[in-house]
């Protein structure tokens, strides 16, 4: 029983998409694992939403203006969320938003007129140092 619980609980979602798609993924709860690919072609928008703790995200993209954003916010002060985008091409955007600490969020970027915006959030319980940006 108790691993027919985990297994409920423990959730990997994988998304492929090539050129021109539009990508919404969201998910609440706790230790979710959720991957977004994009690639081989231009203007692909993926947008990751997590609640919850111990989240993990990854947007994995290839192509010119693609947009990327992942958010992460915690419904209690635990965190521990992490991120990363990596983006190859030609201006693309990328976004990361994460509340509360224990955060780790990264942007990694090849080729020309890319963007990346990192924020990280604090309620003022916790302190801000614990979360990392690359």
């Known amino acids: 029983m108790k691993q027919l619980l985990f297994s409920i609980a423990f959730s990997v979602f994988t998304v492929v998409a090539l050129a021109q798609n539009t990508v919404n993924h969201n998910q609440t709860g706790t230790n979710h694992a959720s991957e977004i690919v994009q690639g081989g072609g231009d203007l692909n928008n993926a947008t990751l939403n997590q609640a919850g703790n111990q989240q993990t995200a990854i947007i994995l993209q290839s192509g010119n203006e693609n947009n990327a954003t992942i958010e992460q916010s915690v419904p209690i002060v635990e965190g521990g969320n ?21 955060n780790v969020g990264i942007v990694l970027q090849e080729g020309s007129a890319n963007e990346a915006t ?5 309620n003022g319980i916790v302190r801000n140092e614990d979360n990392k940006c690359k």
């Open 82 to 102: 992490d991120s990363e985008i990596i983006q190859t091409g030609d201006k693309n955007n990328a976004t990361v938003t994460q509340s509360e600490s224990r």
């Open 118 to 122: 990192i924020n990280q959030q604090s």
